[in-house]
Protein backbone atom coordinates (compact mmCIF):
# COMPACT_ATOMS: atom_id res chain seq x y z
CA UNK A 1 0.00 0.00 0.00
CA UNK A 2 1.42 3.16 -0.99
CA UNK A 3 0.54 6.14 0.57
CA UNK A 4 0.65 10.36 0.68
CA UNK A 5 0.34 12.99 2.81
CA UNK A 6 -0.42 16.77 1.97
CA UNK A 7 0.56 19.69 4.11
CA UNK A 8 -0.74 23.08 3.14
CA UNK A 9 -1.49 26.38 3.64
CA UNK A 10 -4.96 26.79 3.72
CA UNK A 11 -5.69 30.58 3.28
CA UNK A 12 -9.17 31.38 5.19
CA UNK A 13 -11.84 31.96 2.87
CA UNK A 14 -9.15 32.08 -0.13
CA UNK A 15 -11.10 29.04 -2.09
CA UNK A 16 -9.62 29.51 -5.30
CA UNK A 17 -5.90 29.38 -4.72
CA UNK A 18 -6.39 26.99 -1.42
CA UNK A 19 -7.95 24.17 -4.27
CA UNK A 20 -5.36 25.58 -7.26
CA UNK A 21 -2.59 24.14 -4.53
CA UNK A 22 -4.76 21.10 -3.19
CA UNK A 23 -5.17 19.96 -6.72
CA UNK A 24 -1.53 20.21 -7.91
CA UNK A 25 -0.20 18.44 -4.50
CA UNK A 26 -3.49 15.65 -5.57
CA UNK A 27 -2.06 15.33 -8.82
CA UNK A 28 1.78 14.99 -7.55
CA UNK A 29 0.92 12.19 -5.55
CA UNK A 30 -0.89 10.13 -8.41
CA UNK A 31 2.37 10.99 -10.51
CA UNK A 32 4.32 8.66 -7.84
CA UNK A 33 1.52 6.36 -7.92
CA UNK A 34 -0.14 6.60 -4.57
CA UNK A 35 -3.10 4.25 -3.78
CA UNK A 36 -4.76 6.91 -1.10
CA UNK A 37 -3.84 10.57 -0.19
CA UNK A 38 -4.97 12.85 2.88
CA UNK A 39 -5.71 15.84 3.17
CA UNK A 40 -5.59 18.67 5.48
CA UNK A 41 -8.83 19.27 7.76
CA UNK A 42 -11.28 21.78 5.22
CA UNK A 43 -8.37 22.44 3.27
CA UNK A 44 -10.37 24.32 0.77
CA UNK A 45 -12.15 27.08 2.71
CA UNK A 46 -10.39 27.29 6.09
CA UNK A 47 -12.58 28.56 9.08
CA UNK A 48 -13.87 31.30 8.01
CA UNK A 49 -16.64 30.97 10.33
CA UNK A 50 -18.88 34.01 9.62
CA UNK A 51 -18.65 32.90 5.57
CA UNK A 52 -19.34 29.24 6.15
CA UNK A 53 -22.95 29.71 4.46
CA UNK A 54 -21.19 30.71 1.24
CA UNK A 55 -18.09 29.12 1.06
CA UNK A 56 -20.37 25.59 1.21
CA UNK A 57 -21.93 26.99 -2.05
CA UNK A 58 -18.19 25.96 -3.43
CA UNK A 59 -18.11 22.15 -1.93
CA UNK A 60 -20.10 20.46 -4.75
CA UNK A 61 -18.59 21.94 -7.30
CA UNK A 62 -15.09 20.97 -5.92
CA UNK A 63 -16.00 17.38 -4.92
CA UNK A 64 -16.85 16.70 -8.55
CA UNK A 65 -13.54 18.01 -9.78
CA UNK A 66 -12.13 15.71 -6.95
CA UNK A 67 -14.32 12.88 -8.52
CA UNK A 68 -12.58 13.46 -11.81
CA UNK A 69 -9.45 13.21 -10.88
CA UNK A 70 -9.60 10.16 -8.16
CA UNK A 71 -9.41 7.90 -10.89
CA UNK A 72 -6.64 5.16 -9.12
CA UNK A 73 -6.31 6.95 -6.35
CA UNK A 74 -8.99 7.34 -3.29
CA UNK A 75 -8.29 11.33 -2.33
CA UNK A 76 -9.40 11.89 1.30
CA UNK A 77 -10.06 15.45 3.40
CA UNK A 78 -12.57 17.53 5.19
CA UNK A 79 -15.08 19.79 3.46
CA UNK A 80 -17.68 22.76 4.54
CA UNK A 81 -20.91 21.42 3.34
CA UNK A 82 -23.76 22.42 3.81
CA UNK A 83 -26.99 20.26 4.39
CA UNK A 84 -30.87 20.86 5.15
CA UNK A 85 -29.95 24.75 6.39
CA UNK A 86 -26.96 22.86 8.51
CA UNK A 87 -23.37 23.54 8.36
CA UNK A 88 -21.11 19.91 8.20
CA UNK A 89 -17.53 19.30 8.58
CA UNK A 90 -17.64 16.09 6.31
CA UNK A 91 -14.96 13.81 5.57
CA UNK A 92 -14.84 12.38 2.07
CA UNK A 93 -12.81 9.31 0.60
CA UNK A 94 -13.37 9.79 -3.06
CA UNK A 95 -12.24 6.93 -5.46
CA UNK A 96 -12.63 6.12 -9.36
CA UNK A 97 -15.29 8.84 -9.59
CA UNK A 98 -17.54 8.11 -6.64
CA UNK A 99 -17.75 8.67 -3.11
CA UNK A 100 -17.04 5.49 -0.83
CA UNK A 101 -16.95 7.15 2.69
CA UNK A 102 -17.95 9.47 4.41
CA UNK A 103 -18.07 10.83 7.79
CA UNK A 104 -19.18 13.76 9.88
CA UNK A 105 -17.04 15.21 12.73
CA UNK A 106 -18.47 15.48 16.06
CA UNK A 107 -16.17 16.62 18.18
CA UNK A 108 -16.17 20.24 17.86
CA UNK A 109 -14.16 22.28 19.55
CA UNK A 110 -15.80 25.13 21.62
CA UNK A 111 -12.54 27.21 22.78
CA UNK A 112 -12.70 28.72 19.14
CA UNK A 113 -16.74 28.81 18.74
CA UNK A 114 -16.36 25.83 16.21
CA UNK A 115 -19.73 24.57 17.59
CA UNK A 116 -21.33 27.84 17.00
CA UNK A 117 -21.15 27.92 13.32
CA UNK A 118 -21.14 23.54 13.01
CA UNK A 119 -23.62 21.46 13.58
CA UNK A 120 -22.10 17.70 15.11
CA UNK A 121 -22.38 14.43 13.50
CA UNK A 122 -23.59 11.26 15.80
CA UNK A 123 -20.81 9.68 17.65
CA UNK A 124 -22.37 6.24 16.99
CA UNK A 125 -21.23 6.92 13.64
CA UNK A 126 -19.19 4.70 11.38
CA UNK A 127 -15.58 5.99 11.25
CA UNK A 128 -14.07 2.49 9.26
CA UNK A 129 -14.27 1.94 5.59
CA UNK A 130 -12.45 -0.70 3.23
CA UNK A 131 -10.14 -0.11 0.55
CA UNK A 132 -7.98 -2.15 -1.55
CA UNK A 133 -8.43 -5.09 1.38
CA UNK A 134 -7.44 -2.77 3.74
CA UNK A 135 -10.08 -0.88 6.52
CA UNK A 136 -9.18 2.67 7.37
CA UNK A 137 -10.27 4.46 10.38
CA UNK A 138 -11.15 8.08 10.39
CA UNK A 139 -10.90 10.74 13.00
CA UNK A 140 -10.90 14.48 12.27
CA UNK A 141 -8.98 17.12 14.65
CA UNK A 142 -10.44 17.94 18.00
CA UNK A 143 -11.42 14.07 18.62
CA UNK A 144 -7.49 13.93 18.72
CA UNK A 145 -8.31 14.61 22.24
CA UNK A 146 -10.36 12.01 22.61
CA UNK A 147 -9.04 8.41 22.21
CA UNK A 148 -11.92 6.63 22.14
CA UNK A 149 -12.54 7.18 18.47
CA UNK A 150 -9.53 5.56 17.82
CA UNK A 151 -10.00 2.96 19.97
CA UNK A 152 -13.20 2.21 18.16
CA UNK A 153 -11.87 2.21 14.77
CA UNK A 154 -9.13 -0.60 16.01
CA UNK A 155 -11.10 -2.52 17.33
CA UNK A 156 -13.67 -2.63 14.45
CA UNK A 157 -10.33 -3.66 12.36
CA UNK A 158 -8.60 -0.84 10.92
CA UNK A 159 -4.79 -0.97 10.87
CA UNK A 160 -4.52 2.63 9.02
CA UNK A 161 -6.07 5.26 10.58
CA UNK A 162 -6.67 9.01 8.58
CA UNK A 163 -6.65 12.34 11.00
CA UNK A 164 -6.99 15.48 9.00
CA UNK A 165 -6.70 18.68 11.22
CA UNK A 166 -6.14 22.20 11.52
CA UNK A 167 -3.93 22.55 14.74
CA UNK A 168 -2.21 25.55 16.21
CA UNK A 169 1.42 26.32 16.98
CA UNK A 170 0.78 26.77 20.03
CA UNK A 171 -0.28 23.39 21.29
CA UNK A 172 2.17 21.45 18.93
CA UNK A 173 3.78 19.57 21.68
CA UNK A 174 -0.15 18.42 22.27
CA UNK A 175 -0.18 17.53 18.49
CA UNK A 176 3.10 15.29 18.67
CA UNK A 177 2.55 13.40 21.95
CA UNK A 178 -1.19 12.67 21.06
CA UNK A 179 -0.77 11.42 17.63
CA UNK A 180 1.76 9.10 18.63
CA UNK A 181 0.10 7.86 21.48
CA UNK A 182 -2.14 6.80 19.21
CA UNK A 183 -0.41 5.29 17.23
CA UNK A 184 1.23 3.23 20.15
CA UNK A 185 -1.94 2.42 21.97
CA UNK A 186 -3.82 1.32 18.74
CA UNK A 187 -0.78 -0.64 16.97
CA UNK A 188 -1.64 0.93 13.46
CA UNK A 189 -0.33 2.96 11.23
CA UNK A 190 -1.25 6.91 12.06
CA UNK A 191 -1.51 9.67 9.04
CA UNK A 192 -2.03 13.01 10.91
CA UNK A 193 -1.93 15.87 8.46
CA UNK A 194 -1.74 19.43 9.78
CA UNK A 195 -2.23 22.88 7.69
CA UNK A 196 0.89 24.84 8.59
CA UNK A 197 1.82 28.55 7.97
CA UNK A 198 -1.06 31.02 8.60
CA UNK A 199 -4.91 30.33 8.53
CA UNK A 200 -6.94 33.11 9.34
CA UNK A 201 -5.73 34.80 12.86
CA UNK A 202 -3.88 30.94 13.70
CA UNK A 203 -0.50 29.76 12.76
CA UNK A 204 -0.51 26.40 12.33
CA UNK A 205 1.69 24.18 13.61
CA UNK A 206 2.43 21.89 10.50
CA UNK A 207 4.28 18.57 11.60
CA UNK A 208 2.26 16.25 9.19
CA UNK A 209 3.38 13.08 10.08
CA UNK A 210 3.15 9.64 9.06
CA UNK A 211 3.35 7.08 12.15
CA UNK A 212 4.32 3.17 12.10
CA UNK A 213 2.76 0.76 14.92
CA UNK A 214 5.00 0.93 16.94
CA UNK A 215 4.91 4.59 16.88
CA UNK A 216 8.08 5.46 15.39
CA UNK A 217 8.06 8.49 13.02
CA UNK A 218 8.25 7.31 9.19
CA UNK A 219 7.65 10.90 7.77
CA UNK A 220 7.50 14.54 9.15
CA UNK A 221 6.80 17.62 7.01
CA UNK A 222 7.61 20.08 9.82
CA UNK A 223 6.81 23.38 8.42
CA UNK A 224 6.94 22.84 4.74
CA UNK A 225 4.06 22.46 2.05
CA UNK A 226 4.09 19.52 -0.07
CA UNK A 227 3.47 15.63 0.43
CA UNK A 228 5.34 12.59 1.29
CA UNK A 229 4.68 9.18 0.01
CA UNK A 230 5.56 6.05 1.42
CA UNK A 231 4.93 2.27 1.04
CA UNK A 232 3.60 0.47 4.02
CA UNK A 233 4.49 -2.57 5.13
CA UNK A 234 0.91 -4.05 6.12
CA UNK A 235 3.22 -7.36 7.65
CA UNK A 236 4.57 -4.79 10.48
CA UNK A 237 1.11 -4.60 11.67
CA UNK A 238 0.87 -8.23 12.24
CA UNK A 239 3.87 -8.72 14.25
CA UNK A 240 3.66 -5.95 16.49
CA UNK A 241 0.66 -6.87 17.70
CA UNK A 242 1.47 -10.35 17.73
CA UNK A 243 4.99 -9.32 19.64
CA UNK A 244 2.79 -6.94 22.01
CA UNK A 245 -0.48 -7.95 22.23
CA UNK A 246 -2.18 -5.02 24.20
CA UNK A 247 -4.66 -4.36 21.44
CA UNK A 248 -5.94 -7.89 21.72
CA UNK A 249 -5.64 -7.87 25.49
CA UNK A 250 -7.88 -4.85 25.60
CA UNK A 251 -10.74 -6.19 23.90
CA UNK A 252 -11.80 -7.77 27.12
CA UNK A 253 -13.42 -4.07 27.71
CA UNK A 254 -15.44 -4.60 24.66
CA UNK A 255 -16.92 -7.90 25.08
Known amino acids: MRVSIAQME ?21 NQHSDLMLLPEVWTTGF ?9 KTTPEILNDIKKISYGIVVCGTYVVKRNN ?11 GKVIFEYTKSMLFSVTGEDKYFDAGSINQKNTFDFNNTRFGVSICYEL ?19 PAIWPINRIEHWKTLTR ?19 GKWRLSGN ?7 GEVLVN ?3 AVGISTIDIDTNLIENTRKNLPSLEDSHIFYR
Not at 86 to 96: L, S
Request: charged share 20%.
Open 86 to 96: KIYNIFYAIYN
Open 208 to 214: STIYDPW
Open 48 to 56: AFKKLGDLS
Open 181 to 199: ARSIENQFYLLAVNGCKMS
Open 145 to 163: RFPEFFRKSAIDGATIHLH
Open 10 to 30: IVSGDVDNNYKLGMYLIQKAK
Open 221 to 223: LQN
